[in-house]
């Protein structure tokens, strides 16, 4: 009998069969969990690495909910709107070079 596999064969390759288990789900996180990291990444000195860490989430997701901060699509509380407000040209002093060299 060539090329069958002995019952001696098959249990060896039977002792080496991995099983592996289904993929954890996805975590979700609710919009408050969100808008409570982001407050705490932008406090000052914070590192937003270090913030998400503590938290027991990716880095990316952290920056990630950053930027929909910043887009207002994260609701963010009322204490934490004035440090997303829009920048309003021509507020600012003109500290330019040509600026400087003519005044």
Known sequence: MTGSAS???VEEIAGRI???????????H???FKARLVA?????????SDVA???GVHPQL????????RAGR?????????????????D???HSAEAVRSG
């Open 62 to 69: 952290l920056f990630g909910w950053r930027r929909e901060a």
């Open 7 to 9: 019952l001696q064969d």
């Open 18 to 28: 991995d099983v592996f288990a289904r993929r954890p789900r996805r975590r979700t």
């Open 30 to 32: 609710d919009a408050d």
């Open 92 to 94: 600012a002093e003109d």
């Open 53 to 55: 860490r503590r938290a």
């Open 40 to 48: 705490e990444s932008h406090r000052p000195g914070a590192v937003v």
């Open 74 to 90: 994260l609701a963010l509380p009322e204490e934490l709107l004035p440090m997303f407000a829009e920048a309003v040209p021509g």
